[in-house]
């Protein structure tokens, strides 16, 4: 083969974005973490960096396979943000199939990216074997304790509440794109973690407390020696020992040629009352909604995320919520007029918006579904749970509290 063949050429691409790979000498889980998926949140690939030199002597005690990969390699060498687009609002499920059909030709840096580590990740899913756990290191623009984003999937819920820290759900109804977001729609167990702001040297700490103890709840090492002790309680003592999980309600988009600026002095979770303000759009002040916690104010140039707002959601509903799962209590939703399965596979409805108006949107989130409009009459509410391949999981050290 020519060295300067396309596959050549291709193959020496991909690798820009794998950090490293370890093979244990066990059976056990595909593990796949990706860092740098912003390229001004080097904390991620940092940590990786570290952690995987430290694996390559823990191979004996190692079960299964780990992947540590750069989300955006040309954006963290401008330590930009991005380049063109934000990479990870580009993971739609079209966007994707024309990846892989090759009907999609990069027109920007980003495009450009996600086909080669789109590629790479279709790589990993073809050559190992499961169960397979994904998950997006990131950073935050404005000071914050760590916590998770996890899309509302039972199975994601069940394993993520492992972890001493916050937990954000329902991101998914607001974003779009996410890489996550495309991993959940596969049915595989796919979340991010958010270490703390983007130049706090505590950070790269924090990412590698959550990466080992994610080798310890997946299995792929022992979680019985001192070391997890030691990381467990490191994370727990930097989340200052909150653990409560949190459901988004509001968020803020930025419009193109918006001039956005949030109010100074803001902190992640911080609680806020009806009215406060909170930013400004074109020199008019924006203000809290509602009683709540602000949620990720953005105090950076790039993105389109202004802030969202937050609410507590108790444990006993959480409970409600995956007992009405198990039992897919959903299925009586199709009775009611106006509703309808969008499919045969039955994990979305369709909506009539004056339906709709009658039931909260909580109801509909209880059963698992987050919602997009689909037209000025309509809205799509689509479910993850008829995809999620809990008996790729049935081994997993976490899986009987499912």
């Not at 450009?112 to 790589?123: A, G, M, P, S, V």
């Amino acid at each position: 083969m020519r060295k300067n063949s396309p596959e050549i050429q291709d193959k020496a691409m991909r690798n820009e974005f794998l950090i490293g790979t370890v093979r244990g000498n066990h059976e056990g889980p595909t593990v796949i973490f990706v860092g740098g998926i912003h390229g001004n949140e080097p904390s991620g690939v940092q940590a990786l960096e570290l952690v995987m030199k430290e694996l390559e002597g823990e191979a004996e005690s190692l079960r299964g396979t780990v992947f540590a990969l750069r989300g955006n390699p040309a954006a963290l060498a401008l330590q930009e943000r991005f380049i063109d687009e934000d990479l990870n609002r580009l993971w739609t499920i079209p966007r994707v199939n024309a990846i892989k059909s090759g009907e999609l030709k990069p027109a920007s840096s980003e495009e450009n990216q996600q086909q080669q580590l789109c590629r790479l990740i279709d790589e990993i899913l073809e050559n190992e074997s499961g169960p397979f756990y994904f998950f997006d290191l990131h950073t935050t623009s404005c000071q914050t304790i760590p916590f998770l984003t996890v899309n509302d999937m039972h199975m994601n819920r069940v394993y993520a509440e492992q972890y001493p820290v916050p937990m954000i759900l329902g991101i998914e109804e607001y974003l779009e794109g996410p890489v996550l977001s495309y991993i959940n729609e596969l049915g595989y167990v796919a979340f991010g973690f958010e270490a703390g702001q983007h130049d706090d040297p505590h950070s790269v700490q924090n990412q590698l407390a959550f990466i080992r103890l994610t080798l310890s709840f997946t299995g792929a090492l022992d979680r019985s020696d001192l070391s997890f002790q030691h990381y467990y309680e490191s994370l727990k003592k930097a989340a200052s020992g909150v653990n409560e999980v949190y459901e988004i309600f509001f968020r803020y988009e930025i419009d193109k040629d918006e001039l956005f600026e949030m109010q100074p002095g803001f902190v992640n979770f911080e609680s806020v009352k009806k009215d406060s303000s909170l930013a400004s759009s074109n020199g008019e002040i924006l203000k809290a909604s509602r009683d709540s916690s602000l949620f990720m104010p953005l105090y950076q140039k790039q993105g389109n995320d202004g802030y969202f707002l937050i609410r507590k959601i108790p444990r006993f509903i959480l409970r409600i919520s995956d007992w009405l799962r198990r039992i897919r209590m959903d299925h009586i939703f199709p009775l009611l007029p106006g509703i309808r399965w969008e499919d045969e596979g039955k994990n979305a409805l369709v909506v009539n918006k004056r339906v709709a108006r009658f039931f909260a949107r909580e109801i509909f989130h209880l059963f698992g579904y987050r919602n997009k409009v689909i037209d000025q009459d309509h809205i799509r509410m689509k479910n993850r749970e008829t995809v999620a391949r809990k008996e790729e999981y049935k081994s997993a050290p976490w899986f009987d509290k499912l």
